[in-house]
């Protein structure tokens, strides 16, 4: 009996303090909850913001490089057949065998075929 007693003796006062302690300390877990998973939705949106991002400058500048390659065969290319023009006249194997060897050096230059007039192998690297 001398428990009741205590507890009688607190009042009102000491069971309203438990019962305001214990509804903030719900909504403190609510607030965390709902906080964590809101955090958790915007970083998703981050992420995924960025990674869009990327892939949309990766592809731009995909393009730009290509273009760029395009470019530099195609200015190779006239320099090449300048050059080589020459040595077809003069039927100059040897100094095309040195063109060609010199043109294979590009990375971006797989193989050449040089043909004659008739369509027939003249040389090729």
Do not use: H, W
């Not at 300390?25 to 709902?34: A, K, P, Q, S």
């Not at 057949?81 to 100094?95: C, H, K, R």
């Amino acid at each position: 009996m001398k428990i009741k007693d205590r507890i009688k003796k607190f009042g009102i006062s000491l069971k309203t303090a438990i019962a305001c302690g214990i509804v903030v300390f719900i909504l403190l877990v609510i607030n965390t909850l709902v906080a964590n998973r809101l955090q958790s939705g915007f970083s998703r949106g981050m992420i995924d913001e960025y990674e869009r991002s990327q892939t949309e400058a990766l592809n731009i500048q995909s393009v730009k490089l290509k273009k760029n390659l395009t470019s530099n065969i195609l200015i190779n290319l006239e320099i090449f057949n300048s050059i080589a023009s020459t040595a077809l006249y003069n039927f100059d194997q040897d100094g095309l065998k040195t063109l060609l060897q010199s043109f294979m050096k590009f990375e971006e230059i797989v193989a050449i075929k040089v043909v004659d007039t008739d369509g027939k192998p003249f040389g090729a690297a």
